[in-house]
């Protein structure tokens, strides 16, 4: 870990101190602004208990949602901070104000150890501008800069890097802090340093999307495994027929390339579940992956396909699972996906490392009850994806260096 962490701070460094930590509390809410499932709020507990202990007087900022710079109801964060409330001993306020005098004497009635949540960072035009009055605003409230929120370290916002920066050139520090150490250190090691065999698994709808992951990993991965409608196009590329199912036809010269260059690193499906509607109670048939008939579409790999990659993963020390294997948020399409998943809890029980990169891999392993039984779910689907691509993170690139030292 090259920046600085909560790890790092000394009681001194912090007590009685302003701490203004940038959380990822993007969090589902009910019709009643209820926290539906509250995994991102405790996943910063470390963080703030850590703060607490040291004395600070904590304050946190989030997103919520796409307000577009307007004060939407249903996107305020009053639900986080209550429920932050019921989750921690300490004092939680919440203050409808981001930046300006009403959150700066907000601040002021803080008493070491306490915290106070501010309003969604995006009610202001410049937070995704990054702009530098609105970072500077951000950083007259506090004198250490903590930022926790890996989800939206990709994001270069006045939340995520310009009031970390600002802080920074005043002399004060921007650290880590535990969740966002926690997830560059599983994915770090995974791509600098795995324990080989290493596995990747990439599924999702398109390759496009992935085309800079595949990239990045095919020279360093042992097997790259291949699930979702993005197999469709490299099916095309060997002159499979793919019935009706999704192929992005201006893929096809890259997906030919791609299979050239990895050769027996990379590997497909073998059979397929198709059906013609992608729809609850659809009727299905499997099929080899080389001949799907007209008129049907491909939604999921086949149960000979599930069983090859979880001998793959099952005999891996190192994965790295990102995008499912088809719709599985539809039941009769779930089956690749999950398979995928037990296959990957079955490896983590057998001593290896296995890290599941956000988004819709992150629902999915969670909606099955497996979360705890893999070594890391990532909280942050682009930030991750943009991290595995070797980009460099600006919420990242903002905190201070380790070289620089705390003491």
Do not use: C
């Not at 963080?47 to 949602?65: D, K, N, P, V």
């Not at 969740?179 to 065999?197: C, D, I, K, T």
């Not at 956000?358 to 682009?382: F, N």
Request: glycine share 10%; no cysteine; net charge negative.
């Amino acid at each position: 870990m090259e920046k600085l962490t909560v790890d790092d701070l000394r009681a001194e460094d912090v007590r009685g101190k302003r701490v203004l930590v940038r959380v990822d509390y993007n969090v589902p809410l009910n019709e009643r602004q209820e926290v539906t499932d509250d995994t991102r709020i405790r996943a910063t507990l470390p963080t703030i208990e850590r703060l607490s202990s040291l004395g600070a007087r904590i304050i946190l900022a989030s997103h919520l949602g796409r307000p577009k710079a307007k004060r939407v109801p249903e996107m305020s964060l009053r639900p986080a901070a209550r429920r932050l409330s019921e989750l921690v001993s300490q004092k939680v306020d919440f203050i409808g104000e981001t930046v300006g005098e009403q959150a700066r004497a907000a601040v002021e009635q803080l008493a070491d150890g306490e915290i106070l949540v501010l309003e969604n960072t995006r009610y202001i035009a410049g937070e995704e501008a990054n702009d530098s009055e609105l970072s500077t605003q951000m950083a007259e409230l506090a004198d250490l800069y903590v930022n926790d929120a890996f989800g939206s370290a990709h994001r270069a916002h006045a939340s995520t890097a310009g009031v970390a920066e600002v802080i920074r050139e005043r002399g004060g520090l921007a650290v880590a802090g535990h969740l966002m150490e926690q997830e560059l250190a599983y994915l770090g090691r995974a791509l600098e340093s795995p324990v080989r065999p290493f596995v990747a698994i990439l599924g999702g709808a398109k390759i496009s999307g992935k085309i800079d992951v595949i990239e990045a990993l095919l020279p360093k991965v042992d097997r790259l495994i291949i699930g979702g409608a993005m197999a469709n196009t490299f099916f095309r590329a060997k002159g499979y027929e793919t019935g009706s199912s999704l192929v992005e036809e201006d893929r096809i010269p890259l997906a030919k390339e791609l299979m050239e260059r990895g050769g027996d690193k990379l590997v497909l499906p073998s059979d397929l579940v198709v059906a013609q509607k992608m729809e609850a109670g659809a009727s299905t048939e499997v099929v080899s992956s080389d001949s799907i008939p007209e008129g049907l579409s491909a939604l999921d790999v086949g149960p000979d396909t599930v069983r090859d990659y979880g001998e793959i993963i099952r005999s891996a020390k190192t994965v790295l699972w990102n995008g499912p294997m088809g719709v599985f948020e539809i039941a009769e399409f779930r089956s690749g996906t999950e398979g995928v998943a037990r296959a990957l809890t079955e490896a983590t029980a057998g001593g290896a490392t296995t890290v599941v990169g956000g988004g819709d891999s992150a629902a999915a392993i969670a909606e099955l009850g497996l979360s705890d039984q893999v070594s890391h779910v990532s909280t942050g689907g682009g930030a991750s994806l943009e991290f595995l691509e070797g980009k460099v993170l600006p919420g990242v690139e903002a905190l201070s260096e380790r070289t620089g030292g705390t003491k």
